[in-house]
């Protein structure tokens, strides 16, 4: 179990850093060349900033976002808690976890206020990044916080007593809009969006841009799209290109300059049960997502 003693890692960016193997947005699209810069080392710790990974669409990335973007802003110096908010479980999956022996999950969170969050804080192979497992069960929270009162404020009460430890929380939902979605966006500031760089992808953004006006308006008015994130891009065809076209233009200033590439990597750590930052440091995908790190922080969507 990780405790609030976890250690965080000191990572040299500048060693590590291959933005030239990155794809771009400004570089597809021949805009003005973006220049990330350094992230700084933080002086003190906490006030997490919560980011929920949405898109109801499934297979878009947002497990593998969730995983190696917390493990690059954790070897930034960042305290980094991962929630697997998805009935599937692949974001314990994916970093290894085995949900049959769990003692408990965010299921037992969500459904039993004297279920301590601390004692359900895992620690991951990246130092300074925990994570909370979900389970199967979680399929049935839905059904069953429909006679709580605020029933869409639970998660944000799950987390309140973390928040002055860790410096970004990262919420990985499941494929739906649902009340679970809505609980992750009520607890949340930010919304990030992985979005496929394919046309029927295109064809939910819409509808969860309506959603989450529909949060600020009811629930959370504090909730701010961070930004759109164009993942398995195929430099090879003219396709992705005008994608990332019709969304940079239907959201001017919301779409990341960092593009997620498609590579055999990824699947491969799933099976690894690791970040691709530890399985393939030096890989193309593993600089996207260091680059994505410093984007955000550049940005002010996280410290």
Not at 78 to 99: N, W
Not at 134 to 148: F, P, Q, R, Y
């Amino acid at each position: 179990m990780a405790k609030i003693y976890s250690e965080v890692s000191r990572f040299d960016a500048k060693s590590t850093n291959r933005d030239d193997e990155v794809a771009t947005t400004s570089g597809v699209l021949n805009l003005p060349t973006k220049i990330i810069p350094e992230a700084s080392e933080l002086t003190e710790h906490g006030n997490a900033i919560v980011i929920s990974v949405v898109n109801q669409k499934g297979g878009v990335g947002k497990t593998t976002t969730t995983i190696n973007l917390g493990a690059c802003l954790a070897e930034l110096g960042r305290r980094v808690l991962l929630i697997d908010f998805d009935p599937q479980h692949s974001l314990s999956v994916g970093l290894g976890i085995s949900t049959r022996k769990l003692d408990g999950s965010i299921y037992n969170l969500m459904m039993d206020e004297s279920t301590n969050i601390e004692d359900l804080l895992l620690k991951t192979s990246v130092p300074g990044m925990d994570m909370i497992p979900s389970h199967e069960d979680l399929a049935g929270a839905e059904g069953g916080l429909l006679n709580v009162i605020a029933r869409e404020k639970v998660l944000k009460r799950v987390l309140a007593p973390v928040l002055d430890f860790y410096d970004v929380i990262l919420i990985d939902c499941q494929p739906s809009l649902g009340l679970l979605t809505v609980n992750a966006l009520t607890a949340s500031q930010g919304v990030l969006v992985p979005l496929e760089c394919e046309y029927f992808a295109l064809r939910g953004v819409a509808l969860l841009d309506d959603i989450i006006g529909k949060v600020q308006k009811n629930t959370n008015p504090d909730l701010q799209l961070t930004g759109i994130l164009p993942t398995m891009f195929d430099r090879k065809t003219v396709h992705s290109r005008e994608v990332l076209e019709r969304i940079s233009q239907a959201f001017p200033e919301k779409v990341f300059d960092t593009i997620i590439s498609r590579t055999v990597r990824f699947p491969e750590t799933t099976v690894a049960g690791e970040p691709i930052t530890t399985y393939a440091s030096n890989s193309s995908g593993a600089s996207a997502y260091r680059r994505l790190a410093r984007e955000l922080i550049a940005m002010g969507g996280v410290r």
